[in-house]
């Protein structure tokens, strides 16, 4: 069905997977990038 209707041209939204992940596994994964200890720092507040 729902390739028929975007065939027909509607629109149809896809839903957003949200994942949550530890810093860790994000990094490992590649979600994340690893950064200085200076960039994790903020803007010095």
Same mark, same amino acid.
């Given at each position: 069905m729902r390739k028929e209707l975007?065939?027909? +041209?509607?629109?149809l939204p896809r839903r957003k997977v949200t994942q949550n992940y530890?810093?860790?596994c994000a990094?490992?994964? +590649?979600q994340r990038k690893i950064r200085s200890k200076v960039s994790r720092k903020g803007?010095?507040?």
């Open positions: 975007q065939q027909a +041209g509607a629109i530890c810093i860790s990094i490992h994964s +590649g803007k010095g507040y």
